[in-house]
């Protein structure tokens, strides 16, 4: 299935149906009258988050949506049959902008959430709804209220705990792919993901979702590199991973051009909670990994977690530092592993 976070379509509600103008005429009845029905409402444009999508591919190929319109009123005060609603699903996730993309009109945040968008326009009046003590035979009728239409814009924001950020090559797929079911390709080249990765980890006990998106380079703000587009898939995450690749040439610089570039995206994500791991620790001694971490601690302010994805190196201290941060409100512990520390892995 190919990926797609973002989409133009353009929805339209449906019309009101016309109302009747009819008159009473049956054998043997003395007195007649209008008896012109109203027209029936038209569809409304609905939208539901639905679980088990994870990409707009789907609006590719289709861009327009009509509802139904309703039908027109009949004799014997009948009233027109309204329009079917039309119901678009989208992951869960998504966003609905304006056509300019300046203003978010909706979000949808969880499964099973529907919001009416455009609302059908009401059925016209039938002649009998006219008649009057003045007016018996009245010949208007309303024609129905007009549709709703626009064009908006559909933006997937893919809704995950932690989410993996740093250079090209850093490992982060190698991670994702250690830890989770994925099968994120991995390559000795850079930019290997081309797209956003969803994982599930099963740690302790407990389960949380993973983000991997394409790595960031300086100047990602300006379009170099894939650019900062597929940042947006981690602003709702609790907790960011940063890795950082220990065979780069000076790894606190590596450290901040990723924390630069997160700063002029903005929407907060260099104050989120942050995980800061020296990765690929297979390939140095304990002494070179020792100054290297010290070295990435001065720069990021933090603990650095040295480990490797390939070696399964501590992979477990990293998780466990990742469930800290989530918080314990996302799934529920077993009573056999409450009360149970961490234990915090050392290559020294």
């Known amino acids: 299935m190919h990926f797609l976070d973002q989409a133009k379509i353009f929805i339209r509600s449906g019309a009101g149906g016309p109302g009747a103008v009819s008159f009473r005429r049956e054998k043997f009845i003395e007195y007649g009258g ?39 009123g009949a004799g014997s005060n009948r009233t027109g049959a309204g329009g079917d609603d039309l119901v678009i699903q989208v992951p869960v996730g998504t ?6 993309k300046e203003d978010v009109l909706a979000d949808f945040t969880k499964a099973g959430e529907k919001r009416v968008f455009l609302r059908g326009g009401d059925g016209g009046r039938g002649n009998a709804s006219y008649k009057t003590s003045t007016n018996r035979a009245p010949r208007q009728h309303g024609p129905g209220w007009p549709s709703e239409e626009m064009w908006v814009w559909l933006r997937l924001k893919l809704l995950a705990d932690a989410g993996l950020v740093g250079l090209p090559n850093a490992g982060k797929s190698t991670f994702i792919n250690a830890v989770t079911n994925a ?16 994982g599930v980890v099963r740690h302790r006990n407990r ?9 960031l380079i300086e100047g990602a703000a300006e379009g170099a590199g ?25 790894v ?24 800061v791991v020296l990765n690929k620790i297979d390939t140095l001694d304990d002494e070179l990994i020792e100054a290297l971490t010290t070295e990435l601690e001065q ?4 603990p650095v977690i040295p480990m490797s994805g390939a070696a399964g190196t501590g992979l477990d201290w990293v998780l466990d530092r990742l469930l800290e941060e989530i918080g314990s409100d996302h799934d529920s512990v077993d009573e056999d592993d409450k009360g149970e520390d961490a234990i915090e892995w050392s290559p020294l």
């Open 207 to 215: 389960e949380f979702v993973v983000a991997d998106i394409p790595g």
């Open 299 to 302: 720069a990021s302010g933090a």
């Open 252 to 275: 606190a610089e590596s450290y901040r051009i990723v924390r630069d570039e997160l700063d002029a995206y903005g929407a907060g994500l260099v104050d989120k909670p942050v995980v």
């Open 95 to 100: 966003q609905i902008l304006s056509e300019d």
């Open 226 to 250: 894939i650019g900062d587009r597929f940042l947006g898939h981690i602003e709702r995450c609790r907790v960011l991973l940063h890795l950082v690749d220990a065979n780069d040439e000076d």
């Open 34 to 72: 209008p008896d012109g029905g109203n027209g029936g409402k038209g569809g409304d444009v609905i939208f539901e988050a639905v679980p088990g999508l994870n990409t707009l591919i789907d609006f590719r190929y289709t861009q327009h949506f009509r509802a139904p319109r309703g039908h027109g």
């Open 183 to 198: 099968q994120a390709k991995v390559g000795a080249y850079a930019f290997t993901t081309t797209r956003p990765q969803l």
